[in-house]
């Protein structure tokens, strides 16, 4: 189904993509840290597909399995409901959003107890044909 076809789309497709062609996968609660997950984030935004899972696949951080995972999701969801090629696809959204904290108890000297907040992230991959993202370079509009 083509952006042409399509008769609703959801907010959040609307926010990441707007009307382009491509698809997008998020994860959500992720059990990482932010700070963490958009350092893995920042090495594959703007590579194309091929290039960025080989990047996450050799990459000694903890997050890199989780945006991998979040990877193939978004290529396999461009394949299925775009129809598109996986091999002129290009990551040209990536971005990580702070999740809910847990908010946990340590017990410390004299009684007291101090707070540890388990944070959580929000992990969004959207994935583009090759020629839509350098127009959108071309036109000075982002990514």
Known sequence: MSTTERTRTSARRESVL???????ATARFTRITPMKARRVVDLVRGLPVGE????????????????????ESAVANAETTEGLDADDLVVSVA?????PT?????PRAQGRATRINKRTSRITLAVQPADVVAAKKKNGKGA
């Not at 707007?18 to 698809?23: R, S, T, W």
């Not at 971005?95 to 999740?99: L, N, T």
């Not at 847990?102 to 340590?106: D, T």
């Open 95 to 99: 971005m990580v959003d702070e999740g």
């Open 52 to 71: 960025a899972h080989a990047t996450l696949s050799f990459a000694p951080q903890a997050a890199a399995a989780t945006v991998l995972k979040v990877l």
């Open 18 to 24: 707007g009307d382009q062609p491509g698809a997008f």
């Open 102 to 106: 847990m908010k946990r108890w340590r």
